[in-house]
């Protein structure tokens, strides 16, 4: 058994809501979380476990402070080639100029291994410790990026891409191959686990979106997704041309018989030509489909979405180039719909959920801006219910991204039973971007309200504001330690 000894900020499981637990220890066999317990206790610990604690407590006092691994529930890992770069046009034409260009080029095994491998190291060392991926439309290369996370420790649910209509002829496959090689890559992919204590990789169905996606293609793949038990992953209503695109798709095959629409929309329209029934009606919207931006969702479509189990992953620096609209992530949170955030490099171009923290707080607030400017809500102390707070963001990066993949009990906070993902944060680690100013006097936890400085509060909140991978001092995968203190990625 290995102990770890400090401070961790600690997601609760079921509300979303931030613990922090001063000096406590976290004790991890095989991977797994055995006990969080107060120090006071590691005496005690030591009897019921059988640790020696001297040799066998890691411990990490002064300001350090861990936090879960952090989940990213939408990458496109092939993307990674050319983030930072083209965020000019629309949504659409994108795909086209830059997107399925690039990702063609993924038939060339050297250039995958490349390019995943730097991007796995990047995330890690970012405090990324799961991803949900979508690779390319190539079974060879997409299980390359399966090997590549398992090299360098990182956990990887990932998709081969399937796509079978509006897409260059060479970059989309026939309905009947896309499903088989779905199929083949589902097997290929599980076998890589074989060995391992806690598998760390796992196939995820991905049909890219409807508009590249017949309906058999996708009803095909609903069925595979059945009958291997596997999460699904899927983009829906991200952006206007989207949405438009669909529409224009599925207009006819939504038409009913007199012309009238029995559908749920009621006075908001038609919901029958759009993403989230579509999915339903193929059988692709369920519990452990995860549904990438659902920027220009409806009422009634969140609630089918909460009724499904689906949830949505959250691409605010993604959302902020290509959909021309705000995910209304409060109202979404309040109908009980599950959200984890994803950076969607590189729609969105920052490899790093703290980024994606970040733009989740500022829009929230830019869309409240909006409501109070429009004078829809607020009132004299201009006040909004819909703002979202640092202390939610990274609860949606941590215990969302667990609850969106199904695997809270597992993943997402430290917890018996859980598997130690972990990252260690220094926030005076030598090129520190931020900070910190302690009041030694008091102890270090006078309230500034009082004139003192910086609490543990404080300097958590600086981090997540501020910080980056040089405050990143180690990272663990269940238990393995994957980033090594200075940065360094430790090799399988
Ligand atoms: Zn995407």
Redesign the pocket.
């Known amino acids: 058994m290995r102990v770890y000894r400090g401070t961790f900020v600690n997601p609760l499981n079921d509300r979303r809501y931030i613990d922090f637990l001063r000096d406590h220890i976290v004790g991890v066999q095989d991977g797994t979380i055995a006990f969080v317990e107060p120090a006071s206790r590691l005496g005690e610990m030591a009897t019921i476990h059988g640790f020696n604690p001297e040799s066998d407590v890691s411990v990490f006092m002064g300001n350090q402070f861990f936090i879960p691994g952090m989940i990213d529930t939408?990458?496109?890992a092939p993307q990674y080639a050319f983030t930072g770069t083209a965020t000019s046009c629309p949504l659409m034409e994108w795909l086209e100029k830059f997107t399925y260009p690039t990702e063609s080029r993924f038939s060339d095994l050297g250039f995958a291994e490349q390019v995943y491998s730097k991007l796995i190291s990047r995330l890690l060392k970012n405090g990324c410790t799961t991803g949900l991926y979508?690779a390319t439309i190539h079974n060879e290369s997409s299980l390359a990026l399966a090997r590549c996370a398992l090299r360098a420790g990182q956990r990887a649910f990932i998709g081969k891409v399937a796509m079978d209509r509006n897409a260059p002829d060479h970059y989309r496959q026939a309905t009947a191959t896309a499903i088989e090689e779905t199929e083949r890559f589902i097997l290929d992919a599980r076998q890589l686990n074989s060995g391992l204590t806690h598998p760390l990789v796992e196939p995820v169905v991905t049909p890219r979106?409807i508009p590249t996606c017949t309906s058999d293609l996708m009803s095909g793949l609903a069925a595979l997704a059945a009958k291997h038990h596997c999460l699904i992953q899927t983009?829906a209503v991200?952006s206007i041309d989207e949405v438009a695109f669909v529409k224009s798709l599925h207009d006819a095959e939504a038409r009913h018989e007199d012309d009238a629409c029995h559908c749920s929309g009621g006075e908001t329209g038609c919901l029958c030509e759009r993403d989230i029934m579509i999915l339903d009606k193929l059988g692709l919207l369920k519990p452990g489909t995860v549904l990438?931006?659902a920027v220009h969702l409806k009422e009634e479509e969140a609630a089918l979405i909460k009724e499904r189990g689906a949830a949505i992953s959250h691409?605010p620096l993604?959302n902020y180039f290509f959909s021309q609209g705000v995910l209304p992530l409060r109202r979404c949170l309040d109908w009980g719909v599950t959200v984890g955030l994803?950076t969607?490099v590189a729609?969105g171009y920052a490899p790093s959920l703290l980024t994606a923290i970040r733009e989740t707080v500022v829009s929230s607030r830019t869309l409240e801006n909006r409501e109070l400017q429009e004078g829809r809500v607020g009132g004299p102390r201009l006040r909004s219910e819909l703002r979202v707070t640092w202390r939610e963001a990274l609860w949606l990066a941590t215990m969302g991204g667990a609850q969106s993949l199904m695997l809270a009990n597992r993943l997402g906070s430290f917890a018996p039973g859980k598997l130690f993902d972990a990252v260690l944060v220094d926030p005076q680690a030598p090129g520190s971007p931020f900070d910190v100013f302690i009041d030694a006097a008091a102890g270090g936890e006078r309230p500034r309200a009082q004139g003192g400085l910086d609490t543990l509060e404080d300097i958590v909140e600086k981090y997540v504001n501020l910080g980056d991978d040089r405050n990143h001092v180690a990272v663990w995968v269940q238990g393995r330690e994957v980033v090594a203190a200075g940065g360094q990625l430790v090799a399988a």
């Open positions: 939408h990458i496109h979508y979106f983009h991200e990438a931006h691409c993604s994803g969607d729609g």
